[in-house]
């Protein structure tokens, strides 16, 4: 089995920042492409940003110049810094990791809880 565990969420004000972690445990024979979704309320899902287990990244064009994605391969944590948060970017955040749990095992997708980030005066 495989864990998502995410951490670093809560209330901030507009124009402040936060940094997200979430880390994978268990059965991780490889670990691929991890990112973060977000859910606003009310909404559908949508994905916030992704990166490959070589450092490549994707961002949404709604948080492009303000949050970056990173992660420590060594520990299968993937963390994303947002700056300059707006009330809009209010939701349950997601992580995600598509995962080999087996030599010659396929990729599989996995997802963490949520962790709820709100952006308030």
């Known amino acids: 089995q495989v864990q998502l565990m995410e951490s670093g969420g809560g209330l901030v004000q507009p124009g402040g920042s936060l940094r997200l972690s979430c880390a994978a445990s268990g059965s991780l024979f490889t670990v691929g492409i991890m990112g973060w979704y977000r859910q606003p309320p009310g909404q559908q899902r949508e994905p916030v940003a992704v990166i490959s287990s070589g450092g490549t990244t994707n961002y949404a064009d709604a948080v492009k110049g303000r949050f970056t994605i990173s992660r420590d391969n060594a520990k299968n944590t993937t963390y994303l810094q947002m700056n300059s948060l707006k009330p809009e970017d209010t939701a349950v955040y997601y992580c995600?990791?598509?995962?080999?749990?087996?030599?010659?095992?396929?990729?599989?997708?996995?997802w963490g809880q949520g962790i709820q980030v709100t952006v308030s005066s």
């Open positions: 995600s990791a598509a995962v080999i749990t087996q030599a010659m095992g396929s990729w599989d997708p996995y």
